[in-house]
T-cell receptor, first 114, second 111 residues
Framework: NAGVMQNPRHLVRRRGQEARLRCSPM?????VYWYRQLPEEGLKFMVY????????ESGMPKERFSAEFPKEGPSILRIQQVVRGDSAAYFC????????????FGSGTRLTVV | QKEVEQNSGPLSVPEGAIASLNCTYS??????FFWYRQYSGKSPELIMS????GDKEDGRFTAQLNKASQYVSLLIRDSQPSDSATYLC???????????FGTGTRLAVRP
């Protein structure tokens, strides 16, 4: 299956811990996007990456959040010192290099901070 | 003004009817437009894309774009209960750029 793979599907963290969310794009896709969705709300853009480059991080909170897409391996969204307000569904999407054809989304990671 | 606006709904239609979902966007230079369907607890799924003014049909779905009015719509003919979901409108300003999503319209199809 060449879909967008996200893991874990569900993640529970205590306040103050770190959360690491992983995303492997579809085969042939070089662009990765991370979105956050709060209950009953739309998808909020966080960051857009290509291999070893952050292209647009205008939606990332200034503190505690970081993202990377290394040359080898999946893209990682890291949230340090999580707080209850970080509880949300985090979706990763990928698109081919030429863009303009929309995204394919992964199944998401549901983060719960207790 | 939000970049992409949709009525949150719920929009309730009887089975077999036409469901009409609407979306407006603020950036006149936007180039690509998409409709995603999201079932509760699931990830968004791309169902339609449209790039030029006019209508684009795919099965029971028709997307309509009017760039002068900055308006995109999705029509679902012969609505089925399985169409009950949240429909997200997304806009891409330029090829390869991020998508900006509306908050979605919840559609409920009554049997």
């Amino acid at each position: 299956n060449a879909g967008v793979m996200q893991n874990p599907r569900h993640l529970v963290r205590r306040r103050g811990q770190e959360a690491r969310l992983r995303c492997s794009p579809m085969k042939g896709h070089s662009h990765v996007y991370w979105y956050r969705q709060l209950p009953e709300e739309g998808l909020k853009f966080m960051v857009y990456l290509q291999k070893e480059n952050i292209i647009d991080e205008s939606g990332m909170p200034k503190e505690r959040f970081s993202a990377e897409f290394p040359k080898e391996g999946p893209s990682i969204l890291r949230i340090q010192q999580v707080v209850r307000g970080d509880s949300a569904a985090y979706f990763c999407a990928s698109s081919p290099p030429q863009g303009g054809r929309g995204y394919t989304f992964g199944s998401g990671t549901r983060l719960t901070v207790v | 003004q939000k970049e992409v606006e949709q009525n949150s709904g719920p929009l309730s239609v009887p089975e077999g009817a036409i469901a009409s979902l609407n979306c407006t966007y603020s950036d006149r230079g936007s180039q690509s437009f998409f409709w995603y369907r999201q079932y509760s607890g699931k990830s968004p799924e791309l169902i339609m894309s449209i790039y030029s003014n006019g209508d684009k049909e795919d099965g029971r779905f028709t997307a309509q774009l009017n760039k002068a009015s900055q308006y995109v719509s999705l029509l679902i003919r012969d609505s089925q209960p399985s169409d009950s979901a949240t429909y997200l409108c997304a806009v891409e300003k330029s090829s390869g750029d991020k998508l900006t999503f509306g908050t979605g319209t919840r559609l409920a199809v009554r049997p």
